[in-house]
């Protein structure tokens, strides 16, 4: 059986699961939906509400560690993104736990802060690869969906910007992680903890590798120029660019 990936394609959290799937040379059809549009299938999975969802053999996955874990599992232990050392895999796991549970939301709300008052690229990022009938809705019901993403994520002026200190917080973390010299979070190859900050953090970096991010440098407003390029020049923005650039695209 093929494995279904249930998407947003643009999204963060999706990104980061692909990457595991398309690292291990997984096959899987991925069916990706505009926010919001994405519930009537992914309610059917499961009663779950977020994605990415993976259909896989074995049943029903329905967040991106799990994912990651399953896949980990089809794997030998010198490629898999937890390491089987335990002192690594703490390591490992604390990052990635920091990432999901800060980093992902945060990039989320100041990414949607510059979205959402900009309904071409809106559309254009959110609609590529979902069906055309939703990229309808989606431009014809922006006010309304707009106003719903703006209550469900709590996104507002305020909220943004401190989800930016945020965002630097962790960016400025990892770049003292890495001020010794590493090429990746924990150990000496890439693991979930490279994966999991490089994917959730890339909505704010836009880097190239990126299979479904795809936005025209002069796109969005000079706000959200600005904060991506001040994002890209820290250490830890060059690392996620690499990851992405030689890793990702691999
Ligand atoms: N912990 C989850 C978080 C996933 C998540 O927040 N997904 C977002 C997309 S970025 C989502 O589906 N939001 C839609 C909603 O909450 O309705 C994971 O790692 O998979």
Excluded at 199 to 226: T, Y
Aim: proline share 7%.
């Amino acid at each position: 059986m093929t494995w279904t990936f249930i998407t947003i394609p643009a999204s963060h959290y999706c990104d980061k699961a692909r990457w595991a799937l398309d690292r291990a040379g997984i096959a899987y059809v991925e069916h990706g939906h505009v926010p919001l549009l994405h519930w009537r299938e992914a309610l059917k999975q499961r009663g779950t509400r977020t994605v990415p969802i993976l259909v896989h053999d074995g049943g029903v996955a329905t967040d991106s560690t799990d994912i990651l874990h399953l896949i980990d599992a089809q794997l030998p232990a010198e490629r898999r993104l937890f390491p089987v050392d335990p002192e690594l895999r703490a390591q490992v796991e604390a990052w990635e736990d920091r990432f999901d549970k800060s980093l992902g939301p945060a990039t989320r709300r100041v990414v949607y802060h510059h979205l959402l008052i900009d309904k071409p690229l809106m559309v254009d990022v959110l609609g590529a690869n979902t069906p055309p009938h939703e990229v309808t809705i989606l431009k014809v019901c922006f006010p309304l969906i707009a106003r719903l993403m703006r209550r469900g994520m709590n996104i507002t002026p305020q909220k943004a910007a401190q989800s930016r200190e945020k965002l630097h917080a962790i960016f400025a973390d990892v770049g003292a992680a890495l001020a010794d010299g590493r090429r990746y979070l924990v150990g000496d190859r890439l693991t979930a903890a490279d994966v999991a900050f490089a994917a959730l953090a890339s909505p704010m970096l836009l880097p190239d590798g990126h299979p479904k991010l795809h936005v025209a440098p002069e796109r969005g407003s000079a706000a959200m120029q600005a904060d991506i390029a001040a994002l890209r020049a820290t250490p830890a923005g060059q690392f996620a660019l690499r990851l992405y650039r030689e890793e990702r695209a691999a």
